[in-house]
């Protein structure tokens, strides 16, 4: 059993070493014949415009929504987030998504001045010590449907919380990248929570 991490753009590399560490057997995928040879899917950081628009140039949008629909585990970090979100605020003219999770999200959330940065969180589901999450022009979640689990919020200047981890049924998203960090606990829950339930790694 194997999972793919999307390869079309963004920190593709970052997400395989990290799964690899979780011991599973993760390749980069961008054909047909690699994506129907997976049974779980990582959408990595990037710019999540130009992810959906060379998912569309190479015929790969629908092959992928569908599988996602049709209860592939996925976890999308960052653009991933975006990417798995049904609704995106502050998007782009036309922009895309391949939906899943019944959420709200808004791109490059944290604002200008704040563009990146790094914190600590607490994650349910992920015991002490706590995440350190890096945000790089992240989204935040707006808001979530019933059936959308929070796993982690954070606070902003004006003390609002903001989910920036949540999950539905089979699959996961992060604002943050715990790719970057060489702690793969994140990696290591959606495996062993949602890749052994959903597709039976
Ligand atoms: N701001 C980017 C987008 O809208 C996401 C940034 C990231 O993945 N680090 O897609």
């Not at 994650?123 to 002490?128: A, H, N, V």
């Not at 706590?130 to 979640?141: L, S």
């Not at 990248?177 to 793969?184: C, F, R, Y």
């Amino acid at each position: 059993m194997k999972i793919g991490v999307l390869a079309l753009q963004g920190d593709v590399r970052e997400h395989i070493q990290s799964l690899s560490d979780c011991g599973v057997d993760a390749i980069a995928v961008k054909t047909k014949s690699e994506i129907d040879s997976i049974s779980a899917l990582v959408i990595p950081g990037g710019e999540s415009t130009t992810i959906a628009k060379l998912a569309r140039s190479f015929n790969l949008f629908d092959l992928i929504k569908a599988r996602i629909s049709s209860g592939m585990p996925t976890y999308g970090s960052c653009a991933g987030m975006i990417l798995l979100s049904n609704q995106v605020e502050d998007a782009i003219a036309g922009q895309e998504s391949f939906g899943g999770i019944d959420m709200v999200v808004r791109r490059n959330a944290f604002g200008r001045q704040v563009d990146s940065f790094e914190t600590d969180l607490k994650f349910k589901g992920i015991t002490e010590p706590a995440i350190r999450a890096v945000f790089i022009r992240a989204p935040w979640v707006e808001s979530v449907g019933e059936n959308v689990e929070v796993l982690s919020e954070i606070t902003d200047s004006n003390g609002d919380k903001h989910p920036v981890a949540v999950r539905q049924g089979h699959l996961l998203a992060t604002s943050f990248h715990p790719e970057l960090t060489g702690d793969n606990r994140v990696h290591k829950y959606f495996v062993e929570n949602i890749c052994r339930e959903f597709a039976n790694i």
